[in-house]
């Protein structure tokens, strides 16, 4: 049973650019969040969500940041007109049902703006 | 609105020694989940063990084990017989409630086992 994957691991975009950062959820995981961790920082919640629905968006960015979660494929984050301010590792994290406080992690991607 | 804080940005422990991590939250909540998570250099966070606040008995987990003092608000990471490969970033983080909640995180404490 394949763990949450990321991709890509790394990623450098030119400001201005558009990022899309991937996340296919554990096997049978219907929630998805996903988190940023700024250098010698904490990961940061950014947004929670469940097959087609966004449930708590409450630490996105108001400007730029989109997220979706399609029936089918992978969960996508989306960063519009990237600014150096955004590099940094994107972590998605899955788990199974609402009722539960486990919540497993990907390896993370690296966004570089340069 | 919750926060976590870890004191200690940085800490080093012999190989074999105990070291213990730090970290203090706040919450007005009164039933909630506390946990460690182990970040390796390859970046992957790694669940190292977690409490339930309605519990008064400390989690362990093989040479890992908590003190948890609810009043204090303190909840504090123990590794015993440290090895080399506990060397990594390790942080603490709350999770409201029990029910797909978002987890807040501290800022971290990197360990360093020396050989």
């Known amino acids: 049973n394949a763990g949450v994957m990321q991709n890509p691991r790394h990623l450098v975009r030119r400001r201005g650019q558009e990022a899309r950062l991937r996340c296919s959820p554990m096997?049978?995981?219907?929630?998805v969040y996903w988190y940023r961790q700024l250098p010698e920082e904490g990961l940061k919640f950014m947004v929670y969500l469940q097959k087609e629905n966004i449930i708590d968006e409450s630490g996105m960015p108001k400007e730029r940041f989109s997220a979706e979660f399609p029936k089918e494929g992978p969960s996508i984050l989306r960063i519009q007109q990237v600014v150096r301010g955004d590099s940094a590792a994107y972590f998605c994290a899955s788990s199974p049902r609402r009722e539960t406080t486990e919540a497993f992690f990907g390896q993370g991607t690296r966004l570089t703006v340069v | 609105a919750q926060t976590v804080t870890q004191s200690q940005p940085e800490m080093s422990v012999q190989e074999a020694e105990t070291v213990t991590l730090s970290c203090t939250y706040d919450t007005s909540e009164n039933n909630y989940y506390l946990f460690w998570y182990k970040q390796p250099p390859s970046r992957q966070m790694i669940l190292v063990i977690r409490q339930e606040a309605y519990k008064q008995q400390n989690a362990t987990e093989n040479r890992f084990s908590v003190n948890f003092q609810k009043a204090a608000k303190s909840f504090s990471l123990k590794i015993s017989d440290s090895q080399l490969g506990d060397t990594a970033m390790y942080f603490c983080a709350f999770m409201k409630n029990f029910g797909n909640e978002k987890l807040t995180f501290g800022t971290g404490t990197r360990l360093t086992i020396i050989p």
């Open positions: 096997k049978g995981h219907s929630h």
